[in-house]
Nanobody, 123 residues
Framework: QVQLVESGGGLVQAGGSLRLSCAAS????????MGWFRQAPGKEREFVGR????????FVADSVKGRFTIFRESATNTVYLQMNSLKPEDTAVYYC????????????????WGQGTQVTVSS
């Protein structure tokens, strides 16, 4: 079992920045890919980005490329989502998740999920 706890969400003005954290416990993450997803009201949960824990390789969705960055800190078993130049359309609940598949963008491939953290971007 992997337990995931997100933090760092909040209210920010358009153009601002937030850094989300996801603290993992329960197992070593070297066999996992850590992903970030988001879900806006009335919409499906969508992929934001991922990091292959063992090698640190990252990938982000086109919708956030150039604005969002993912990185991990092995010493603390924490994965981060740095969000810059935020837009109102980034408003959503953000989730971190863990998958044993290294290159998945499909939420169904992620088996462990955090409880989510709300990000609200005002215009």
């Amino acid at each position: 079992q992997v337990q995931l706890v997100e933090s760092g969400g909040g209210l920010v003005q358009a153009g601002g920045s937030l850094r989300l954290s996801c603290a993992a416990s329960g197992r070593t993450l070297t066999s996992y890919t850590m992903g970030w997803f988001r879900q806006a009201p009335g919409k499906e949960r969508e992929f934001v980005g991922r990091v292959i824990w063992s090698i640190g390789r990252t990938f982000v969705a086109d919708s956030v490329k150039g604005r969002f960055t993912i990185f991990r800190e092995s010493a603390t078993n924490t994965v981060y989502l740095q969000m810059n130049s935020l837009k109102p359309e980034d408003t959503a609940v953000y989730y971190c998740a863990a998958s044993r598949l290294s290159q998945s963008v499909d939420r169904n491939d992620y088996v462990y999920w955090g409880q989510g953290t709300q990000v609200t971007v005002s215009s």
